[in-house]
């Protein structure tokens, strides 16, 4: 299993400019994520879904939009691109969180975005 | 709202030392915790997690605390290596929610 994968990996905007980070996961796995990490900050919930056709607003959803079309991907739009978005961005994935089952989420590596 | 904080950005200790990691939560109807692990360039890693039903639960090397009382929650690390510099992070999942909510993060520096 490749696990999440998330592409591209790096990236560099200007500002106004739109373009869409792709993930998908091979794990079989209905809760999808996408979360924002600032420099030596923590993550923040952008958008997430818990199974395709059905997303929900996270902490941060301003400025982005998703899309579940299938169970394996969940990509992330982001529409006329600002330096605020300057970020790095994970996609996760995780069985229904909570008991019975665990708070595990599978993280992809991350995608390294730069609005100039 | 929900929030999840950290009481130290930055821990150092010496290598064989016990690290002690502690967040507070403000959410009273989070009822599920869980730790993560992110080292440099990488995702984050699930450590451990506890449910609001228990006060604490053991891992390898690692015990969660949680005390509802005071909405605490601390990581215990036993005989920290090298291998443990990171920075670590609470989640709370909240109520019939299912959003993972992380806290700001505290850096874990072992020293040789």
């Known amino acids: 299993n490749a696990g999440v994968t998330q592409t591209p990996k790096f990236r560099i905007l200007k500002i106004g400019q739109s373009m869409t980070l792709q993930c998908t996961q091979d794990m079989n796995h209905n809760y999808m994520y996408w979360y924002r990490q600032d420099p030596g900050m923590g993550l923040k919930l952008i958008y997430y879904s818990v199974g395709a056709g059905i997303t929900d607003k996270g902490e941060v959803p301003n400025g982005y939009n998703v899309s579940r079309s299938t169970t394996e991907d969940f990509p992330l739009r982001l529409e006329l691109a600002a330096p605020s978005q300057t970020s790095v961005y994970f996609c996760?994935?995780?069985?229904?969180?909570?008991?019975?089952?665990?708070?595990?989420?599978?993280f992809g590596e991350g995608s390294r975005l730069t609005v100039l | 709202g929900e929030s999840v904080g950290l009481h130290l950005p930055t821990l150092s200790v010496q290598e064989g030392d016990n690290s002690i990691i502690n967040c507070a939560y403000s959410?009273?109807?989070?009822?599920?915790f869980i730790w993560y692990k992110q080292e440099s360039g990488k995702g984050p890693q699930f450590i451990i997690d506890i449910r609001s039903n228990m006060d604490k639960r053991q891992g390898q090397r690692v015990t969660v605390l949680l005390n509802k009382t005071v909405k605490h929650l601390s990581l215990q690390i036993a005989a920290t290596q090298p291998g443990d510099s990171a920075v670590y992070f609470c989640a709370e999942i909240g109520g019939a929610t299912n959003k993972l909510i992380f806290g700001t993060g505290t850096l874990l520096a072992v020293q040789p």
């Open positions: 959410n009273s109807a989070s009822d599920y």
């Open positions: 996760a994935s995780s069985y229904p969180l909570g008991p019975p089952g665990t708070g595990e989420l599978f």
